[in-house]
Antibody, heavy 115, light 112 residues
């Protein structure tokens, strides 16, 4: 059974870069597509982008200028970087395995943007 | 972007009653090449990640109780809980994966 686990700082200062890693177990990352989704507190879900193990990516246009998703097949991990963060980027960030629909999700990690 | 609109925003029903959630997309999510609707449904309980219930608009994910069913095609879709149970209290989301950016409905809160 595939398991995903997000990790990274829970507090980021405004204008800095948010960095998260998703560790995948029970499945090879060299299959499927892998994605990041976020959810501001008390609000709905927003897709951020996806990556294939080959490194090809697709980002939401609303975040494209600030987002980078990368993959490390040797560690079975993929990562998210979101630059120039503001309070509006405060959210629970989820990683997920993708078939277009999101079949498996991590538990999520809350990232707060505050000085 | 394809806009997904759910109705109602919230509903309350009694145990054992039928609950119905609607989802409308701003354009068709039906792929003509395979005749499949690129529409999924998720259940999210407080403090938990969303859980996939239905994909391809009507295919139930493994392990999902058969009281959950999905229907619809094109732009109009429905999630039905045939007999509401206490553990079904949650927020439900629809999502289209026809086009990127993949987008979600605003959510429907289901209460007993």
């Amino acid at each position: 059974q595939v398991q995903l686990q997000e990790s990274g700082p829970g507090l980021v200062k405004p204008s800095e870069t948010l960095s998260l890693t998703c560790s995948v177990s029970g499945d090879s990352i060299s299959s499927y597509y892998w994605s990041w989704i976020r959810q501001p507190p008390g609000k709905g879900l927003e897709w951020i982008g996806y990556i294939y193990y080959s490194g090809s990516t697709n980002y939401s246009p609303s975040l494209k200028s600030r987002v980078t998703i990368s993959v490390d097949t040797s560690k079975n991990q993929f990562s998210l970087k979101l630059s120039s963060v503001t309070a509006a980027d405060t959210a629970v960030y989820y990683c997920a395995r993708v078939h277009g629909y999101f079949q498996h999700w991590g538990q999520g990690t809350l990232v707060t943007v505050s000085s | 972007d394809i806009v997904m609109t759910q109705s109602p925003d919230s509903l309350a029903a009694s145990l054992g009653e039928r609950a119905t959630i609607n989802c409308k997309s701003s354009q068709s999510v039906l792929y003509n090449s395979n005749n499949k609707n690129n529409l999924a449904w998720y259940q999210q309980k407080p403090g938990q990640p969303p859980k996939l219930l239905i994909y391809w608009a009507s295919t139930r994910e493994s392990g999902v109780p058969d009281r959950f069913s999905g229907s619809g095609s094109g732009t109009d879709f429905t999630l039905t809980i045939s007999s509401l149970q206490a553990e079904d209290v949650a927020v439900y989301y629809c999502q289209q994966y026809y086009n990127t950016p993949w987008t979600f409905g605003q959510g429907t809160k289901v209460e007993i």
